[in-house]
């Protein structure tokens, strides 16, 4: 019976970690947000005669035309436009799935499932819709990875291969306490 208690124990404090790592998270909501709402996204047309910058949610914020774009057929201007909006919207909902998952974990795969959807919307590969992201938003240095447990995922796997290793138990003699702690720090449980 001892051993089913320590189990519980262990299990319990594990769960406990899990719900203050909820809590970090949730405290941090209010940045991400401020960060969502500040989201622009600027796009142009192949021949720069058209601009449009969109918002958050992909709200257009600003459009622009140059002399030449006004010089252009209606239907072909109209085509220039929309085609643009396009960009700039998916752009910002890029952005938008960047910062979620930079708060919330990748979990969900946000990114990977924006720009799955977005690679079928324009007919091409999520690998270069992958790059124009990257060139869109150049990477950044990895920042180390502290204790500061609001910049990791809520549910990480024990088989994930970002989850920091867990500790070793110390060698084991064979007493209870020993057992205590080798439980505490087991995964398989």
Do not use: C, W
């Amino acid at each position: 019976m001892s051993a089913e208690f320590e189990q519980l124990v262990a299990q319990f404090d594990k769960f406990q970690s899990q719900l203050q790592n909820v809590d970090d998270r949730l405290a941090n909501i209010g940045g991400m947000q401020d960060e969502l709402s500040r989201i622009e996204a600027t796009a142009s047309s192949s021949d720069r005669s058209v601009t449009v910058t969109a918002g958050p949610g992909g709200a257009i914020m600003d459009v622009k035309f140059t002399e030449d774009a006004l010089r252009q057929r209606p239907d072909a201007l109209s085509a220039a436009l929309m085609s643009t909006i396009q960009q700039a919207v998916a752009e910002s909902a890029r952005k938008q799935a960047t910062i979620v998952e930079g708060h919330m974990g990748d979990d969900l795969n946000l990114v990977d499932q924006v720009l799955e959807t977005q690679a079928e919307l324009f007919g091409t590969s999520v690998e270069e819709m992958r790059a124009r992201m990257e060139e869109e938003s150049p990477a950044q240095p990895a920042a180390e990875q502290s204790d500061d447990y609001s910049e990791r995922s809520v549910l990480k796997s024990a088989d994930d291969p970002q989850r920091p290793p867990a500790p070793q138990p110390p060698a084991s003699s064979g007493s209870d306490g020993d057992r205590f702690l080798k439980n505490l720090f087991d995964d398989d449980h």
